[in-house]
Nanobody, 116 residues
Framework: QVQLVESGGGLVQPGGSLRLSCAAS????????MGWYRQAPGKERELVAV???????TYTDSVKGRFTISRDNAKNTVFLQMNSLKPEDTAVYYC??????????WGQGTQVTVSS
């Protein structure tokens, strides 16, 4: 029904930047919330940032001041600008779209590796 396609991941040195994008297609309803989660090896998937259709944002403490989430409602696209990247940011980043609390969709993930 809904397909999420992530892009923008890759390898970057500590202190560098990356911009992730995720486009949602196929939804017949407005997407209330879009966000990014990540999962590092041996760890559980965790929230990185979320943004509502009206622009309210939430960030996990470890990325505050470094990451910025934004969205284009007309295109159902969410972005994650990641600055001052650290090795501990290394993970697979997953896009999420929420129609309501009972209907959620996930992308396949994009790898972000921060290493010198």
């Amino acid at each position: 029904q809904v397909q999420l396609v992530e892009s923008g991941g890759g390898l970057v040195q500590p202190g560098g930047s990356l911009r992730l994008s995720c486009a949602a297609s196929g939804s017949r309803f407005s997407i209330a919330t879009m966000g990014w989660y990540r999962q590092a090896p041996g760890k559980e998937r965790e929230l990185v940032a979320v943004i509502t259709s009206y622009g309210s944002t939430t960030y996990t403490d470890s990325v505050k001041g470094r990451f910025t989430i934004s969205r284009d409602n007309a295109k159902n696209t969410v972005f994650l600008q990641m600055n001052s990247l650290k090795p501990e940011d290394t993970a697979v980043y997953y896009c999420n779209a929420e129609i309501n609390i009972a209907v959620r969709f996930w992308g396949q993930g994009t790898q972000v590796t921060v290493s010198s």
